[in-house]
C-alpha cells in the first residue's frame, strides 16, 4: 500500500541534542511537507519541498532544517536552537501544487527532557 | 500569506443535534479550502474539499461545507451528530496556484451519548 511513514513514533532527547525525524512516501509525490502540532494552535508549517534539492520555509522554520536528497525522503532536523521542540510532528506529501491528495503520515512525538 | 482562523476552540454537544463549526480565513487570491478531521489516536482525514463550482460541498460521514466568497467563510455543518464524531476538527487553505496548505487552530467537538 502506498503511504507516508514516519518513524520513530516516539522519540526521547535530551536538551542540547540535535535530533532528526524520518519521513518516506512511496506515493511518487513530488511535494513533502512538516508540520508541527500543538494543543490549541492547530498544524504550523515548518517546511516544506516542491521538488528534490529544493525547499522552503514555512511560519516557523527557525531551529529546524530538512533536506531532500531524494524524491521519497524529506528528514526533519530539530536543532538545540529550537527553544521549544517538545511537540507532535506530522510529515505530509502531495502529487503537485493543485488540490488533489494531501496525504499525512501517523507523526512524531518528540519529547525534549 | 494566508491565514486561518477557527471560531470555537471546543464545542459540547447531545446526540442528533446539529453541529456547524466557523472557518475564515484572509487571502487575497483564489483559494483551495479543505477540513480535516482527526479522531483520537489516528492520522489526519480529509472531510471535504472546495476549489471551484457549487459552493455546498458535500463528504463523508454526512459534512457538508458552504463556501461564501464574500465572507472569506467556508463553515461545516452535519444536521445531526453522532458520539463517533468526537474528534478534532482542522479548517485549512491554500492558494489555488501555490504548495502551502495553512490550518486553522481546530476545533474539539465532544458529542455525549
Known amino acids: 500500500d502506498g503511504g507516508i511513514t514516519q518513524s520513530p513514533k516516539y522519540l526521547f532527547r535530551k536538551e542540547g541534542q540535535n535530533v532528526t525525524l524520518s519521513c518516506e512516501q512511496n506515493l511518487n509525490h513530488d511535494a513533502m511537507y512538516w508540520y508541527r502540532q500543538d494543543p490549541g494552535q492547530g498544524l504550523r508549517l515548518i517546511y516544506y519541498s516542491q521538488i528534490v534539492n529544493d525547499f522552503q520555509k514555512g511560519d516557523i522554520a527557525e531551529g529546524y532544517s530538512v533536506s531532500r536528497e531524494k524524491k521519497e525522503s524529506f528528514p526533519l532536523t530539530v536543532t538545540s536552537a529550537q527553544k521549544n521542540p517538545t511537540a507532535f510532528y506530522l510529515c505530509?506529501?502531495?502529487?503537485?501544487?493543485?488540490?488533489?491528495?494531501?496525504?499525512f503520515g501517523s507523526g512524531t512525538r518528540l519529547t525534549v527532557v | 500569506a494566508q491565514s486561518v482562523s477557527q471560531h470555537n476552540h471546543h464545542v459540547i454537544l447531545s446526540e442528533a443535534a446539529s453541529l456547524e463549526l466557523g472557518c475564515n480565513y484572509s487571502y487575497g487570491g483564489t483559494v483551495n479550502l479543505f477540513w480535516y478531521v482527526q479522531y483520537p489516536g489516528q492520522h489526519l482525514q480529509l472531510l471535504l474539499k472546495?476549489?471551484?463550482?457549487?459552493?455546498l460541498v458535500k463528504g463523508i460521514k454526512g459534512f457538508e461545507a458552504e463556501f461564501i466568497k464574500s465572507k472569506f467563510s467556508f463553515n461545516l455543518r452535519k444536521p445531526s451528530v453522532q458520539w463517533s464524531d468526537t474528534a478534532e476538527y482542522f479548517c485549512a487553505v491554500k492558494p489555488s496556484n501555490d504548495y502551502k496548505l495553512s490550518f486553522g487552530a481546530g476545533t474539539t467537538v465532544t458529542v455525549r451519548a
Open positions: 505530509a506529501s502531495s502529487i503537485d501544487r493543485s488540490s488533489y491528495g494531501y496525504t
Open positions: 472546495y476549489f471551484s463550482g457549487d459552493p
